[in-house]
């Protein structure tokens, strides 16, 4: 099994930067940061891809040039960065891993983890 925690959510103003962590833990043998992604859910909405390493199918028109993933697979963590949010990206965001295919829907995914809330007031 793989484990994962999110990290660095929280309340930011319009235009504010976050960083979001996921760390994996467990059969990480089994994954690689190849294999994970982001995942955003927002109130009252269906949970949607953000973004994964190295696939560009499925990103929200919304976030592109403003977010960006990256990762390290000896620390088995990937990293989202969020710049110039928006209200509109107030959602609880989470990491996958374990994908498969195409890995901007969720079906792809093995393994979820609990979300970060992000809010981000105007």
């Known amino acids: 099994q793989v484990q994962l925690v999110e990290s660095g959510g929280g309340l930011v103003q319009a235009g504010g930067s976050l960083r979001l962590s996921c760390a994996a833990s467990?059969?990480?043998?089994?994954?690689?940061?190849?294999?994970m992604g982001w995942f955003r859910q927002a109130p009252g909405k269906k949970r949607e891809f953000v973004a994964a390493?190295?696939?560009?199918?499925g990103v929200p028109d919304s976030v592109k040039g403003r977010f960006a993933i990256s990762g390290d697979n000896e620390k088995s963590t990937v990293w989202l960065q969020m710049n110039s949010l928006k209200p509109e990206d107030t959602a609880v965001y989470y990491c996958?891993?374990?994908?498969?295919?195409?890995?901007?829907?969720?079906?792809?995914?093995?393994?979820w983890g609990q979300g970060t809330q992000v809010t981000v007031s105007s």
């Open positions: 467990g059969r990480t043998d089994t994954i690689s940061i190849w294999t």
């Open positions: 390493p190295n696939w560009n199918k």
């Open positions: 996958a891993a374990g994908g498969r295919g195409d890995r901007h829907y969720e079906t792809a995914y093995d393994y």
